[in-house]
């Protein structure tokens, strides 16, 4: 049985349908990728597995030994949060909160379960520290730290590499392909295209009507990758067709204005 497994599923809010048909799921050591255009619904459907809200209809089932709760959630990062006055230490050991059970504080084992994964993320020696006085890949680790803390099975990662430079969002792809190969399924909501063709075992194109998910492998061959390679292309076009006539006028001394 699958760690998650969706049939049908129809998002939506306040009974509008924003995507319908979705289908897919998610097995030990799976990494998925959730692609679509903007606006498609791909929040919505983390706020779904996250149950933060309920589907208009069809089924989720949570299986092979998954508890609701242990699904380590890296959110997309807003402005506010960039700015969370909590130092690196605080922020880590949150992650822990679901294993606190009733009681109304950290014990020993949340304590050591956040410093092992500081240290695993090298955001150790920066565990004194605000939060908002990191550098972004600073900042992704320490919430990649959190996440950990809370599950050792299935990490959920919200447009992760956004606002990071190439040579960052390349480290923070190893370290979550890593993860993967020790065992930990990914789900990934990225506008990366080109890195989630790389990293991806399964895609998850979120439409409307009808969504796409199968293998990477297969995923090429789909008419979803096609329309959007083909969007990309008219996208990419366009611009250098308007750098070309921007020369041009540059090249011939004068504005048309
Ligand atoms: N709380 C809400 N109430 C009503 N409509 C909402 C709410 N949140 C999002 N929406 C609408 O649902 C649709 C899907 O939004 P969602 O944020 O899930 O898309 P997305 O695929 O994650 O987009 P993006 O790639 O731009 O982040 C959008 O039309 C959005 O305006």
């Not at 498609?40 to 030994?65: N, Q, V, Y």
């Not at 949150?94 to 504080?105: A, D, E, N, Q, V």
């Not at 565990?127 to 990191?134: F, H, I, S, V």
């Not at 969002?169 to 190969?181: D, G, K, P, T, V």
Request: glycine fraction near 8%; proline fraction near 3%; charge should be negative.
């Amino acid at each position: 049985m699958a760690y998650i497994a969706c049939e049908d599923l129809m998002l939506g809010y306040d009974g509008n349908v924003i995507a319908k048909n979705i289908r897919f799921e998610v097995n030990k050591e799976d990494y998925l990728c959730i692609v679509g255009e903007n606006g498609a619904g791909k929040s919505t459907l983390i706020k779904t597995l996250l149950h933060l809200m309920e589907p208009l209809g069809g089924k989720f089932i949570i299986g092979d030994g998954l508890k609701p709760y242990e699904i380590g959630y890296l959110p997309q990062q807003t402005a506010v949060q960039k700015d969370f006055p909590a130092s690196v230490w605080e922020i880590v050991l949150s992650g822990t909160l679901p294993k606190c059970g009733i009681r109304p504080f950290y014990g020993k084992a949340q304590k050591q379960l956040a410093e092992e994964h500081m240290k695993s993320m090298a955001v150790w020696e920066l565990r004194k520290q605000c939060y908002r006085n990191l550098s972004g890949g600073q900042q992704q680790r320490v919430l990649l730290a959190r996440a950990l803390c809370a599950t050792t099975k299935v990490l959920l990662l919200d447009e992760p590499v956004t606002g990071l430079d190439p040579k960052m969002a390349a480290e923070f792809y190893r370290i979550i392909q890593q993860l993967n190969s020790d065992g930990i399924a990914v789900i990934m909501v990225s506008h990366d295209i080109q890195a989630a063709i790389r990293y991806a075992s399964h895609i998850l194109h979120v439409e409307r009507e009808g969504s796409f998910f199968g293998s990477k492998e297969e995923y090429l061959k789909s008419d979803e990758w096609k329309g959007f390679q083909y969007a990309g292309g008219e996208v990419e076009r366009k611009a250098l067709s308007a750098i070309d006539s921007t020369s041009a006028k540059a090249d011939r001394g004068y504005e048309d204005e």
